[in-house]
């Protein structure tokens, strides 16, 4: 059964640096998205993303994000510069045909900021 | 906002019992799903109930939502350990080409063997 992939499982950073999570959705979706969960917290959206543009984002989703699909298959979340608060679990989902239809949910990076 | 809030928080049932979990919301959804997760992995879709449905029922799963009340509920019949996981409402908006979804905080379900 096709599912979404994500690299990578924890990455471990400092303060200030830049991280790249990685995605690969579902081959035939056409709506990615980008959620957070800290730990003990509810999962949080972050953005959505269809034909190669951001739909929508969070007030979460500063000027220290970007999304992009460099190709065909990856889309990626960068932090540009890591603060703390960063630290959380980031979820990469896809959606074949958008509202009103299933997300699909990758495992998750864990991303550690000290 | 829309929010999904469920209750109870926490849920422990022995193996073999019904488990209900509710949710409610505050603005009009196109849609109420629900997903799982288990320890400090990612999340399960389990199912997609829209606005104009009442009822859903998938293998062991029965879900309904009433959008007069702005209230949904999950209902895992004859429960088995391996349910034993975090239960999450999450709710999809009505407009936009891309609805992200809102999710409660979740339900802690234990189900003894």
């Known amino acids: 059964e096709p599912e979404v992939t994500q690299t990578p499982s924890h990455q471990v950073t400092q303060m200030g640096q830049e991280v790249i999570l990685r995605c690969v959705p579902i081959s035939n979706h056409l709506y990615f998205y980008w959620y957070r969960q800290i730990l003990g917290q509810k999962v949080e959206f972050l953005v959505s993303f269809y034909n190669n543009e951001i739909s929508e984002k969070s007030e979460i989703f500063d000027d220290q994000f970007s999304v992009e699909r460099p190709d065909g298959s990856n889309f990626t979340l960068k932090i540009r510069s890591t603060k703390l608060e960063d630290s959380a679990m980031y979820f990469c989902?896809?959606?074949?045909?958008?509202?009103?239809?299933?997300?699909?949910f990758g495992p998750g990076t864990r991303l550690t900021v000290t | 906002s829309q929010q999904g809030e469920e209750d109870p928080q926490a849920l422990s049932i022995q193996e073999g019992e019904n488990a209900t979990m509710n949710c409610s919301y505050k603005t009009s959804i196109n849609n109420l799903q629900w997903y799982r997760q288990n320890s400090g992995r990612g999340l399960v879709h389990l199912i997609l109930i829209r606005s104009n449905e009442r009822e859903k029922h998938s293998g062991r799963l029965r879900v309904t939502l009433d959008t007069s009340k702005k209230s949904g509920s999950l209902l895992i019949t004859a429960s088995r350990a391996a349910d034993t996981a975090s239960y999450f409402c999450a709710t999809g908006g009505i407009t936009g080409a891309n609805s992200k979804l809102t999710f409660g905080k979740g339900i802690t379900l234990s189900v003894r063997p």
């Open positions: 989902a896809s959606s074949a045909q958008g509202a009103g239809y299933e997300q699909y």
